[in-house]
């Protein structure tokens, strides 16, 4: 098993910045794509960011030049730089990964979600 722990939101002004988090642990043989999802009410989860094991990075239109999606392999972390933001960037926001365990079987995992409010 694995879990994934998502730190960092809050509440922030339209044009602040926040900085998430999300630390994996558990049966890791290697972490393969690591990715940021959000859901606001009444909307689809989408994908934000997402990031693969050598560093290449995807971004949703919507937040493009403004977020920044990086990683720390030894620490299997994953974080989401979010600068410029918002109101409409308000939403929980999950981190995802897909996971390739010790036994060498492989299984996405998400976390619990952090919420992120962009409100004056």
């Known amino acids: 098993q694995v879990q994934l722990v998502e730190s960092g939101g809050g509440l922030v002004q339209p044009g602040g910045s926040l900085r998430l988090s999300c630390a994996a642990s558990?049966?890791?043989?290697?972490?393969?794509?690591m990715g940021w999802y959000r859901q606001s009410p009444g909307k689809e989860r989408e994908l934000v960011a997402g990031?693969?094991?050598?560093?290449?990075?995807n971004y949703v239109d919507s937040v493009k030049g403004r977020f920044t999606i990086s990683r720390d392999n030894v620490k299997n972390t994953v974080f989401l730089q979010m600068n410029s933001l918002k109101p409409e960037d308000t939403a929980v926001y999950y981190c995802n990964a897909d996971v390739t365990h010790v036994s060498r079987s492989t299984s996405p995992y998400w976390g619990k979600g952090t919420l992120v409010t962009v409100s004056s």
């Open positions: 990031i693969t094991s050598d560093g290449s990075t």
């Open positions: 558990g049966s890791i043989f290697r972490i393969n794509v």
